[in-house]
């Protein structure tokens, strides 16, 4: 009887470690990976087709997936058109993340972004917004699309030329329609862990 019981505890454990395999993986990752984190820099949190969309798509994340910490970094901290599962802060706490990548959204986040210790900026160019902002420097736009630390995901192919074109770089081969949190964070750490794995592989040759 003692021996069923044990068995039934074994499966069960097998099950949950199963369950959790399959759950990290959709998230690109594995049960041998150090807990994650992903931070999202907004403009602001109140309505817009941006906004909505992604605060829609990141609190759909902190529902169903498991692996990765997400927080939110707001330039104007106004009430959210959506009431978040995840902690908020401002961007002046981006002085205090760690290397963990970063998505901003504009250009203004992606400068804001660039303050941060993170390894990797990934600006989701929603909207070739550049051909409408005059006020911002030539430096400034440069630095939000072609600083070393930044990489560009766009939403339409037409963007990837355009933006590829006016600025000389290459963007990233993802296109995301949306603001698709449970897609961008998959790339990112995936991304990240290729390149964690590159670098340990470089150290042991």
């Given at each position: 009887?003692?021996?069923?019981?044990?068995?039934?505890?074994?499966?069960?454990?097998?099950?949950?470690?199963?369950?959790?395999?399959?759950?990290?993986?959709?998230?690109?990752?594995?049960?041998?990976?150090?807990?994650?984190?992903?931070?999202?820099?907004?403009?602001?949190?109140?309505?817009?087709?941006?906004?909505?969309?992604?605060?829609?798509?990141i609190n759909r994340v902190c529902k169903e997936r498991t692996g990765v910490d997400i927080c939110i970094f707001s330039q104007h901290l106004i009430p959210s058109?959506?009431?978040?599962?995840?902690?908020?802060?401002?961007?002046?706490?981006?002085?205090?993340?760690?290397?963990?990548?970063?998505?901003?959204?504009?250009?203004?986040?992606?400068?804001?972004?660039?303050?941060?210790?993170a390894d990797t900026v990934y600006h989701l160019a929603f909207d070739p917004e550049f051909m409408d902002k005059s006020h911002y420097k030539s430096s400034d736009l440069h630095r939000a699309f072609c600083h070393p630390r930044v990489k560009v995901i766009v939403r339409h192919e037409s963007h990837k030329k355009l933006i590829e074109t006016e600025f000389g770089i290459q963007t990233c081969d993802m296109i995301v329609s949306d603001l698709d949190a449970e897609a961008l964070i998959k790339f990112v750490?995936?991304?990240?862990?290729?390149g964690h794995d590159s670098k340990l592989a470089d150290k042991t040759q």
């Open positions: 009887m003692a021996k069923k019981k044990k068995n039934q505890k074994h499966t069960e454990a097998v099950r949950r470690k199963v369950a959790a395999s399959e759950e990290m993986s959709k998230l690109g990752l594995d049960l041998t990976d150090d807990l994650s984190a992903v931070g999202f820099v907004f403009s602001h949190l109140a309505v817009s087709q941006l906004t909505y969309l992604g605060l829609e798509s058109c959506l009431q978040l599962l995840c902690p908020v802060f401002s961007v002046s706490e981006l002085t205090r993340w760690q290397s963990y990548p970063l998505i901003s959204t504009s250009i203004g986040t992606t400068i804001a972004a660039l303050a941060s210790n750490l995936t991304e990240r862990k290729n």
